[in-house]
């Protein structure tokens, strides 16, 4: 129940219930006054609070611009890049909505803090002011009144009238006040419901202000927050592929780490103690040692792994001799001597072991080091890409497309391991494969026929994308441009032995129908692609940076899927001419190898001279269509020649992996020197056949090149610029021209003379004149 109202009129009677009713308005002012001041002191402990707030969340804001994502690799996804944006992206958004804070902040002191406080002052003051005005008058009026009816009746009727007189002019006076005073109060009664409140609802609308703008920023937000929730997912989902892989890599290293080692561009290398002579005596000092046998240098660098840093300088000695030392001559075990040619005395090295003595000792007395081969992880059975393979893959495409294409999971969801073996040994029965005509029987389940088709192409000798530009596509796809991977990759696979090419094809038109469905099997091309990426484009060496490279491998095959018409129905920009496509595709074999980043040490095992002027005729009059023809007879006849490591036969060649590879990053496709290279196995295993390429042609490619010519000493032009890597190169442009130009020892390499200077340069970089 509110408050009665005060009556002009009940101030002249000045009775009881008035002084009750104007005590209850006092009492009301005095709650509004003390809850305003309360209310004052809240607002600024809010708004000290929010600075506080605002400033942790800008300190928070820059914490989050201020951190880089490092990913493993050396190049990133689209969804990685997307992820590693996104913290400076929040660090925008929390700014921008600080920057709106701070402005809600200084405004909140003027339309709460100071109208509140002028009410207070102003308004309640003022009656207060009142009050005492009032009381004071009041206790004024009743001393005269009660000092006037205290006069005695005897006095003289002057007096007695003055005194009336007096009486009535304070009373009038007291009168005067107390009208003012409840005038007063009831302002103030009355000023509170929109003086009070108007303040607080200013403040409420400036956090409306501050919030509406949270929420346009969140809309704003709104399409890189969809984005970024994808980019999460698949890098999750490729996080999840990646984990699996690296721990069976773990598992396999544990089980078995020699057979995993990494391909090192060095002879030999790990730790070694050195004995140092100190003047208070020796001591053994570990290094880090290697050892290149071809130029016979060892490096040792003095490293400890409990301190983490290196204990001094880097040494380099070009070896003269190792001897093994004798037990009995030092105390310590495991040790050998070393003597170097630019450096005095002898240095004395402990081995970790008996087995690690014997291995770099084995490496210093110029014995070839043994590297372990790359194994594939599928069997290397029958699979070729034949008529037979072809009509397998055509029979479980077919299949798919007719029964189960809206299968939900389609090629995700693998079948029981034993009936895809049973489908594949009856598909791979030359009785019944013969027969093309003949459907897949409707007893075999979807999820059963989409696994053998992936384990037939996991069957193949080598993946269907091939080993010698499986790091040309992963270089592809780490492209920033997403025009420039398309036109890099549509080159690249018009560089796949023909049969290669025509797989591929058949493949990808088959996952584009697939994908088009991905409404009712859920397979969308992302998920295709993580699928398929690790069959089509497996590496040939199982290491955790070719693990990491697995989120590319499924880039390229979603740039295949979502661009197969373009990629297969049309030539690249620059097509080849029929001798160059002939000449490219012959020499697709004999490029320069890889780096020994991306390949091991392996072997060109030639065949006699009379076999390789046969045939060196065959390939060179045989047409296009020839190319891709199986070369296994040529390399069966030779079979018998199996590599030695200790041969000192000339026709073996061994491929140096200490040589860069200087060709250009992204290499014309149509360039009629374009690099590639065969994959042929190490000396520990026999080589592989496989009919889905010629190139695998052990001629030589500078004897290919100088077939014709009547003298080995040649002219021949640039066709694109290089900078050398090493001393023994020749730096030039495009368009120099070089003299003397002839074969080199070292396979992919030439030798010229350029302004007076021998050295080398890569052979498809150039063409004879």
Sequence with gaps: MGLPALEFSDCCLDSPHFRETLKSHEAELDKTNKFIKELIKDGKSLISALKNLSSAKRKFADSLNEFKFQCIGDAETDDEMCIARSLQEFATVL????????????????VLITPLEKFRKEQIGAAKEAKKKYDKETEKYCGILEKHLNLSSKKKESQLQEADSQVDL?????????????????????????????????????????????????????????????????????????????????????ENPLEHKTI????????????????????????????????????????????????????????????????????????????????????????????????????????????????????????????????????????????????????????????????????????????????????????????????????????????QFQRSFIKAAKLENQESRVSEIHSLVHRLPEKNRQMLQ????????????????????????????PTLLRPQEETVAAIMDIKFQNIVIEILIENHEKIFNTVPDMPLTNAQLHLSRKKSSDSKPPSCSERPLTLFHTVQSTEKQEQRNSIINSSLESVSSNPNSILNSSSSLQPNMNSSDPDLNVVKPTRPNSLPPNPSPTSPLSPSWPMFSAPSSPMPTSSTSSDSSPVRPEEAIHEDSSTPFRKAKALYACKAEHDSELSFTAGTVFDNVHPSQEPGWLEGTLNGKTGLIPENYVEFL
């Design 264 to 467: 090192s561009p060095y002879t030999m290398e790990g730790y070694l103690y050195v004995q140092e002579k100190r003047h208070f005596g020796t001591s053994w000092v570990k290094h880090y040692c290697t050892y290149q046998r071809d130029s016979k240098q060892i490096t040792m660098v003095p490293f400890d792994q409990k301190s983490g840093g290196k204990g001094g300088e880097d040494e380099s000695v070009t070896l003269k001799s190792c001897t093994r030392r004798k037990t009995d001559s030092i105390e310590k075990r495991f040790c050998f001597d070393v003597e170097a040619v630019d450096r005095p005395g002898v240095i004395t090295m402990q081995a970790l072991s008996e087995e690690d003595r014997r291995l770099w000792m084995e490496a210093m007395d110029g014995r070839e080091p043994v590297y372990n081969s790359n194994k594939d992880s599928q069997s290397e059975g029958t699979a070729q890409l034949d008529s037979i393979g072809f009509s397998i893959i055509r029979k479980c495409i077919h299949a798919v497309e007719t029964r189960g294409i809206n299968e939900q999971g389609l090629y995700r969801i693998v079948g029981v391991n034993s009936r895809v073996q049973k489908l594949l040994s009856v598909l791979m029965d030359p009785k019944t494969a013969s027969e093309t005509e003949t459907d897949i029987c409707a007893e075999w389940e979807i999820k059963t026929i989409t696994s053998a088709l992936k384990t037939y192409l996991r069957m193949l000798p080598g993946p269907l994308m091939m080993y």
């Design 170 to 254: 304070v009373r009038q006076h007291f009168y005067e006040v107390s009208l003012e005073y409840v005038f007063k109060v009831q302002e103030v009664q009355e000023r509170k419901m929109f003086e009070f409140v108007e303040p607080l609802l200013a403040f409420l609308q400036g956090l409306f202000t501050f919030y509406h703008h949270g929420y346009e920023l969140a809309k704003d937000f709104g399409d890189f927050k969809t984005q970024l929730t994808i980019s999460i997912q698949n890098t999750r989902n490729r996080f999840e592929g990646t984990r699996s892989e690296v721990e069976s890599l773990m598992k396999k290293m544990k």
């Design 506 to 533: 058949l493949l990808m038109n088959h996952l584009a129908n697939v994908a088009n469905n991905h409404k009712q099997n859920l397979m969308t091309v992302a998920n295709l692609g993580v699928v398929f990426g």
């Design 95 to 110: 700014r921008n909505l600080e920057d709106e804070r701070i402005r809600m902040i200084e405004n909140a002191s003027e």
